[in-house]
């Protein structure tokens, strides 16, 4: 006789309580994972992920479109970028995009959203942050949608702004983004209200938040010598992570894990060398053959940094394990891994008796 056991691993409680969008220090090392990592600069009229070795596309009625940020809720993969009717997106109307499961539509929720940065999911809610149009004023607008409605962001609609990363904790609602007072200045809005972060005197941005317990860390960049420095904020106070001797530099995402602060970012010297960093709190670590990284994520101990890197001297996305690279699939246009998202995989067994 034949019986088929089939056993899955769910863990429910992953990101459902609250949004821990960037890290799940729980450690098992006998749990499999699964990497997604989005592309973008594919130059292809689809959207593009990578899941451990499968690139999977993700139609769109637009051209040239981008993945720019993912997330993964149980057996549900939500996808954000843009699309545009030709490459060059500068001269081009372009269009926010938001793929549940491969499915693709347009968010407009009274904001129409042109470049959507990143998803998160909480409680069956899905929360996209990026920038919309401003219908009034015809111009882009920071702004973030809860189930495809766009929420105001206090000041966003009267100067400019933009919104880039965003974290759910509980029920309160974080996105990190700038606003134009007389420099552009790094800022993020808690539940639509905004918290200053940088010197309206100095230019500022904000690209990323973690929230852990009671703490907000944003990561960005600050004015520097006539450039910028990479930096991040604990509760509103600053911590540089570089030593000032590169011309531009800035942290491009955040993660908290137990008490440790990780931070990605990418630096331009002066002779126009330009390397990939990855953080952990405040200390270099390496990123072999790294050159521009987007995003990290830690899981069961274990530190992922998504970005490019030189592959027998040709330019490919990769992603890093602990600082082993992995080379994903190259079109030849210059695709780049944009972010990168881990979760315990749903393994199933077959046994026959």
């Known amino acids: 006789m034949k019986k088929v056991y089939i056993f899955a ?37 689809y959207g593009r992920y990578w899941k451990n070795g499968e690139m999977v596309n993700l139609a769109t009625t637009n051209s040239f479109a981008n993945a720019r940020a993912i997330f993964v809720s149980e057996n549900d993969i939500h996808v954000v970028g843009d699309a545009s009717a030709t490459s060059n997106i500068v001269f081009s109307p372009f269009t926010g995009q938001y793929w549940n499961n491969g499915a693709v539509s347009n968010v407009d929720g009274g904001i129409p959203a042109k470049l959507l940065y990143d998803v998160v999911v909480s409680d069956g809610n899905v929360y996209i942050s990026g920038d919309g149009l401003n219908t009034v004023q015809l111009r882009m607008q920071a702004a973030y949608w809860k189930n495809g409605v766009a929420i105001p962001l206090h000041e966003a609609n009267v100067r400019g702004s933009r919104a880039r990363g965003i974290f759910v904790a509980g029920k309160d609602v974080y996105v990190a983004g700038s606003l134009n007072f007389q420099n552009e200045t790094a800022v993020y809005w808690k539940n639509g209200t905004v918290v200053n972060l940088g010197d309206p005197l100095n230019t500022s941005f904000a690209n990323s938040v973690a929230v852990s317990g009671k703490n907000v860390y944003i990561a960005g960049s600050e004015g520097f010598k006539g450039g910028s420095r990479a930096r991040y904020w604990k509760n509103g106070a600053g911590n540089y992570l570089t030593d000032g001797s590169e011309y531009s530099s800035e942290a491009v995402d955040i993660a908290v894990s137990g008490k440790d602060v990780y931070c990605v970012g990418n630096l331009q010297y002066y002779d126009n060398t330009r390397v990939a960093k990855l953080w952990k709190n405040g200390i270099s670590q390496s990123l072999p053959g790294a050159i521009r990284v987007s995003s990290v994520f830690v899981f069961n101990n274990d530190v992922y940094v998504a970005g490019e890197g030189f592959d027998n001297a040709t330019k490919s996305p990769m992603y890093w ?33």
Not at 22 to 30: N, Y
């Open 9 to 45: 691993i769910f863990f429910l409680c992953l990101f459902c309580l609250s949004c821990r969008k960037k890290s799940k220090s729980d450690v098992d090392p006998l749990v499999p994972a699964d990497v997604y990592v989005t592309l973008s600069n594919t130059y292809s009229s």
């Open 321 to 353: 394990k602990n600082g082993v690279p992995t080379v994903l699939p190259n079109n030849g246009n210059g695709a780049f891994a944009s972010s990168i998202f881990v979760k315990k995989a749903i393994t199933t067994m077959l046994m026959d008796k």
